[in-house]
């Protein structure tokens, strides 16, 4: 297999200024909007990018758990490895990539924490054993074995089989939201003259420009 030989053409839809919503939020809305009408496999997966200490970028998928006018949110454990890059550099950026739409959407911003409410709250809508999963395992951490997680979880679940259906939030664990400063729409188009358009925040404001391909 060649992949240099791998390409397709897009031309399933266009994104003009005149269509787009003034707020990114809304546009964004829309967007994910048609990716779960399409029945698309995961259309809330986004690479999530952080910076470290040492100036180095890295990647990894998370789950949209929520948008509004305060920014993307998702869950996770804060003492993890992406956890401890957004404490040393709240910076992060976020993708989207529906792929059978042809769409892309990239989003730039800061990262806060979500408030407890908000983090009790989801932690407590979560299936059990995610729930306890989360108490059994040190995210980003180098473990023995797989064995050692397998024993950790069995801990666990003994650990709260008193009071199976009120596990509590583990402290290390809950939301952030990301509050965008920049959020860009890309839909493939033919020719590679793809359309990009790039919401920049003015507050109140947001200033839409054209990106060339
Ligand atoms: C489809 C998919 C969804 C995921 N969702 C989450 C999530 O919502 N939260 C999370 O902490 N990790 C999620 N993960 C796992 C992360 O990609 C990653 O392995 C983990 O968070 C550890 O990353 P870190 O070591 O950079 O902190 C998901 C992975 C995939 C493939």
């Known amino acids: ?10 031309h399933r839809a266009t994104l003009i200024e005149t269509d787009v ?3 990114p939020v809304t546009q964004f809305k829309r967007w994910l909007g048609e990716a779960v009408k399409a029945e698309l496999s995961e259309p809330t997966a986004m690479t999530l990018a952080t910076v470290g200490e040492d100036g180095l970028p890295a990647a990894r998928i998370v789950l949209l758990k929520g948008i509004d006018a305060e920014g993307f949110l998702f ?21 989207f990539h529906w792929v059978e739409l042809e769409r892309q959407v ?11 409410a908000e983090s009790d709250a989801y932690f407590a809508s979560r299936p059990r ?8 395992s040190p995210q ?34 809950g939301g952030y939201r990301l509050l965008p400063t920049v959020v860009e729409f890309w839909q493939g188009r033919d020719s590679r003259l793809h359309d990009r358009i790039r919401y920049r925040r003015e507050d109140p404001d947001w200033r839409i420009e054209r990106l060339a391909p």
Do not use: C
């Open 75 to 95: 869950f996770t454990n804060y003492d993890s490895r992406k956890g401890r890059e957004l404490a040393a550099n709240p910076h992060a950026a976020l993708l």
């Open 21 to 23: 919503d003034a707020s």
């Open 1 to 10: 297999m060649n992949t240099a030989d791998l390409r397709r053409d897009y």
């Open 140 to 173: 980003s951490d180098p473990i023995p074995d797989r064995g050692w997680l397998e024993r950790e979880f069995s801990a666990a679940q003994e650990r709260f089989a008193a009071n199976p259906d009120s596990i509590p939030r583990p402290p290390h664990w």
């Open 106 to 116: 990239r989003v730039e911003g800061e990262v806060s924490k979500a408030s407890v």
């Open 129 to 136: 054993l995610s729930r306890i999963g989360a108490w059994a």
